[in-house]
């Protein structure tokens, strides 16, 4: 009888071998990178994992995955994941669109993903901008924003997708940004390995149509004192030199 072996896949494992066609600098790359490393440090299957997105430029994702994927239609993959993570339990089953696919059109379906909690890992890129139509408000952009369909300025309070998350009752809630990859590797993993629907909101810049959206966040010289980790049990410290903290008196 011969013993069979789990063989252990590299990020390369997960690369396709189709082009990657984003813009160039774009925090795309970074959190595609962050998912290809997250699944082979998993010790995941390519044939067992699905990647099912909308539209946008989050949406080309599916391409750029050696696994199986879907392009759908506008604002409805966490529908269609819904179906799929139901009719094959067997399957991992993840989720990927921008805060204008998932947000505005797709605002229904990604509550009732996670209100249903079922079993997706669901990645939300916001970069606060509409960037495969060029440059129009999107949910999540900020009042006052101008842009192609806001020249005089966006009247519109912006949602805050971890409130939308948390109002959903989702069972696991996280964010993170594309400027820290071991940071996104290990919430992607927490993630994935959630029983039930998980929420992924994900700073992203979109270096073309709102470069520095998140700059006072994510910038070097800034984002080890503008971001607090957070992880269940352990002290809030942040800094440089964790030498900040979160007390309660």
């Not at 924003?145 to 959903?168: C, E, M, R, Y």
């Not at 989702?170 to 929420?199: C, I, L, P, W």
């Given at each position: ?5 789990e063989?252990?896949t590299?990020?390369k494992d997960?690369?396709?071998?189709q ?6 600098g ?14 082979s440090?998993?010790g995941?299957k ?22 199986y ?8 993959a966490?529908?269609?994941a ?16 921008g805060d204008?696919?998932m ?5 229904n ?6 209100r ?12 606060q ?17 101008v842009?192609?369909s806001?020249?005089?300025g ?16 989702a ?8 400027m ?5 590797v ?6 994935r ?5 998980s ?18 966040i994510?910038?070097k010289s800034?984002r ?6 957070l992880?269940?049990g ?12 979160v007390a309660?008196?």
């Amino acid at each position: 009888m011969t013993d069979l072996l789990e063989v252990q896949t590299s990020p390369k494992d997960w690369a396709s071998d189709q082009e990657v066609r984003w813009c160039p600098g774009c925090g795309d790359y970074s959190i595609l990178k962050a998912v290809q490393i997250a699944l082979s440090e998993l010790g995941g299957k390519p044939d067992e994992t699905v990647f099912v997105s909308g539209i946008g430029c989050a949406a080309r994702f599916p391409y750029y995955m050696n696994t199986y994927g879907m392009h759908s239609i506008h604002g409805r993959a966490p529908a269609i994941a819904t179906g799929l993570a139901l009719s094959r339990s067997d399957l991992d089953v993840w989720v990927v669109g921008g805060d204008g696919d998932m947000l505005s059109i797709g605002g229904n379906h990604l509550i009732h993903a996670l209100r249903r909690n079922v079993n997706l890992t669901i990645l939300m890129f916001n970069n606060q901008i509409y960037g495969l139509t060029k440059g129009q408000y999107s949910p999540t952009s900020e009042v006052g924003k101008v842009t192609k369909s806001t020249p005089f300025g966006s009247l519109d309070q912006p949602f805050n997708p971890i409130s939308v998350a948390l109002g959903a009752e989702a069972t696991f809630v996280a964010r993170t940004h594309d400027m820290d990859r071991r940071h996104m590797v290990e919430t992607f993993k927490r993630a994935r390995n959630h029983k039930g629907a998980s929420f992924v909101e994900i700073f992203q810049n979109c270096n073309v149509f709102n470069n520095g959206a998140f700059e006072t966040i994510t910038g070097k010289s800034v984002r080890d004192d503008m971001t607090i980790p957070l992880v269940h049990g352990e002290q809030i410290r942040f800094g440089a030199d964790k030498e900040l903290g979160v007390a309660l008196s």
